[in-house]
Each structure stands twice: as C-alpha cells, then as structure tokens.
C-alpha cells in the first residue's frame, strides 16, 4: 500500500476510539479502545492531520494541510459528514469548553478560523499579527486561547468570549507548543 506515517493521535473524549492522523493519506484511522483493533478508516483531504472533538465526542474534526479543509466526522456512524474550506494550510486545531466553539490556525494565514459544530462550518476569523501560527491550545479555564506563532516567535492570548486578543508576547525562537499548569504557560 502507500506510505503512511501516524503521526498525530487524539482520544475521543469519551475514550470509545483513538484517533490516528495519517501523514502522506488523505485518511484517519480509528482504534476501538476497548478490542485494540482498527475499527475503521475513514476518508480526508490530503495534508497532515491533526484531530479535535467537540466535548460530547459527536463529531471529529480533521485539518487538512494540503487541501486547505477541516474534514468533520461523526463518531457514531463513522462516515465522513462534509469539508469546511479554511485558510492556507491549517495545522493546528482545538475546541473550546468555554465557547464550544472549534478553532483552526492555518500557518500560511493571518487568522485563526472559528468552526461551529452546531453549524459545521466557519463563522468567524479572528486576525492575528502575522501568518505562522502552529500551535492553539486553551488554558485550563477553557476561556483564553493562547496562539503560538513560530515565525514571528509570539504568543498571542484570544478571549473567546469576545475574540479579541488580551494580549500578546515575545518568547523563545521558533516555538512550537503550550502547555500549562494551573499557574503557568509554558512554551
């Protein structure tokens, strides 16, 4: 078959399925946690895959990097439900407790794409300072989302009750991820 690499593996929410972004296939693959086996593989766009659910485990969202969508899939019936058109080259990808919104960076874009799962499609872009975002993930609250911009070396913090950036921050040379504790951001 065609070469593949797993690169990026998500847990559904509810701990069901693990989720298997496959670089180099349009396609996820999907591991019953309770058999360990293959429980399907499920189509996508071409690109690197990173995945994100929204709270309930529905539905999986999927970035395509080359082919410039979010692939959305429900989890139940495990078929492919639509592709919503992002920005240039979407890498990233989180959902937002605090919103219940999905967020989508694209490196090659000057906004973070906001998907609504309730809609499944975009409904808002938020501009940022500068194409290069990599990375997206919320503090614990599940209210700020920090944007890690690895060609301009910033973070820049968004509420997601307003999407408005609070603020925004020179850090380390090429960052490439956040994480946080209960106090503190770590990039």
Same mark, same amino acid.
């Given at each position: 078959g065609e070469k593949t690499t797993p690169r990026r593996i998500?847990?559904? @929410?509810?701990?069901r399925f693990v989720w298997v972004g496959l670089d180099g296939a349009a396609q996820v693959v999907v591991i019953d946690t309770s058999t360990q086996q293959i429980a399907r593989n499920?189509?996508?766009g071409n690109g690197l895959h990173q995945i994100a659910f929204a709270a309930d485990s529905r539905f999986a969202y999927v970035t395509n990097s080359e082919a410039d969508t979010v692939t959305v899939i429900d989890t139940e019936k495990m078929v492919r439900i639509t592709d919503i058109d992002t920005d240039k080259? @979407?890498?990233a990808i989180v959902y937002g407790s605090a919103s219940k919104l999905i967020y989508v960076s694209a490196i090659n874009s000057d906004a973070i794409n906001?998907?609504?799962p309730g809609?499944?499609?975009m409904v808002k872009r938020i501009p940022v300072t500068s194409r290069g975002v990599v990375a997206l993930n919320f503090e614990p609250s599940g209210r700020y989302l920090f944007a890690v911009n690895?060609?301009?070396?910033t973070v820049q913090v968004i509420d997601s009750a307003t999407h408005a950036i609070v603020t925004s921050t020179s850090v380390v040379k090429e960052p490439d991820q956040v994480i946080f504790s209960d106090r503190y951001a770590y990039v």
């Open positions: 998500a847990l559904q @929410p509810d701990g499920i189509p996508a080259t @979407p890498v906001v998907l609504d809609k499944q499609q690895q060609l301009s070396s």
